[in-house]
């Protein structure tokens, strides 16, 4: 191989880094813009990472962004009010005990909470309830069974395998992109419509190599390396060996492939 | 689930599944276009799926396809001049042996071969040394590995997983897909860029479902079935069970996901 990346060396470097950043949150959102007024509820927004793109992106749209922990809410609503947007309000309330009237938005938006849930049909129809006839729900979720690489790895799966086991045991599902069509369809959502939106990384993309492969997936494995052994998943050899294998994906001749995937929904008239 | 497709029931119905054809097809190739007067080598054209495509996308261009296979070409030549297209022409011809001037090709598409051969990268050299400097090469593979689904199955995969050691017994490669960036950069092609083209199908795609889902890919599968007991890679129960749940995967709730990945470098000047 003949390359060799040296990141933020430059102006040009530091530019390309940017775009590739920006590209990832294109990649899931771009598609996700509401009208002027519109009144959104974003379900789970967590620390407010996905928030900002949404306030960014629809500027003159009205967010509630919740979330059922208390100290995230406070989190995000820091981050948003720091990058100084002004259309988004914050409540601590639970997905599953919504305090809001009936056909109270219109539009709902869902992203990276639903795997974390054990009853993520039961989920679906509380948001239906509170989303007006015609308005869209807008999920989007990953799924680590849609991980695969080069050079291949028996222990890196054996590993991953150990996030999912886990992510299973407390009642998730890190596998649950796949299913967001028939979970929509049987929530009874219409002209439902999903799109997989694939990151597909090797070293001519240098900044989706690091924040990508290292620093996000690899990084998220390794963080379960003690949870995994407690639970007696796997050995600490196989396991490193696993992070290892992965690590050698972001090399220079490695390769790196993950699937997120984005649905939309229609609640009927 | 409450959707019931009926295929070919009505002219919309029938513009809808040309349509879904006609999208796998661009899915691969609508981004190649070769200009007016270019010299391009089809290397593996095998029964000349892919040349159709070729010679109506690019009119203007001359291609030479040529395969290994004396009956294949045959067979191409008869598809390509029964669809009326005057811009190709046809050679019984080894790849590791090109009965080719250096630097004869202004460019050269190879699709669904690399994954057959023992040695690729030998291979991408000897269509390096027939191309032109500043010429590009197009290479299309898939990736078995690349496959996943709903409802999951642990029996489909080691179904799926036969077809993949028949083929490594053979010197091929069915995962070569994701390794197209090394190949090529390896090869020493500059400007090699790998972008994946995944399939997604659930039932709100019913073409999709009945031409990939079942017809392409679980076809593919089912037909290694006696090869796969003779060599003893699985026993008979256990393949059936894995075909049956790749056909599940066809069902109303049912989704399939494939990915091919379609590479492009430059010879250097």
Request: charged fraction near 25%; aromatic fraction near 8%; include cysteine.
């Amino acid at each position: 191989m003949n390359q060799e990346y040296v990141h933020g060396y430059d102006r040009r470097a530091n530019t390309r880094l940017q775009d590739q950043h920006d590209a990832l949150v294109d990649l899931l959102h771009s598609d996700t813009r509401y009208p002027e007024g519109s009144r959104v509820l974003e379900a789970g927004c967590g620390v407010g990472a996905q928030t900002l793109t949404l306030a960014r992106n629809s500027p003159h749209a009205q967010f509630l962004s919740i979330d059922v922990a208390a100290a995230s809410v406070a989190a995000a609503r820091q981050k948003v009010e720091a990058a100084g947007h002004r259309n988004v309000r914050f409540q601590q309330a639970d997905l599953f005990a919504l305090p809001f009237a009936r056909d109270s938005f219109d539009h709902v938006f869902v992203c990276f909470v639903l795997e974390h849930l054990a009853r993520p049909l039961e989920a679906l129809a509380r948001l239906k309830e509170v989303l007006k006839p015609g308005g869209t729900i807008t999920v989007i979720e990953g799924d680590h069974g849609s991980t695969y690489f080069h050079p291949d790895s028996a222990a890196a799966y054996d590993a991953i395998r150990c996030q999912v086991e886990l992510q299973r045991a407390g009642g998730g599902n890190a596998n649950i992109g796949r299913e967001l069509y028939p979970l929509l369809s049987k929530a009874a959502f219409q002209e439902v419509r999903v799109s997989p939106r694939m990151v597909y990384v090797d070293s001519s993309r240098p900044h989706l190599v690091e924040m990508f492969t290292r620093r996000t997936f690899t990084a998220m494995i390794e963080g379960v390396r003690e949870a995994a052994l407690r639970a007696g998943l796997i050995g600490a050899a196989r396991f490193d060996e696993g992070i290892r294998a992965l690590h050698r994906t972001a090399e220079a001749d490695g390769v790196f492939c993950y699937t997120f995937f984005k649905a939309t929904g229609e609640k009927p008239e």
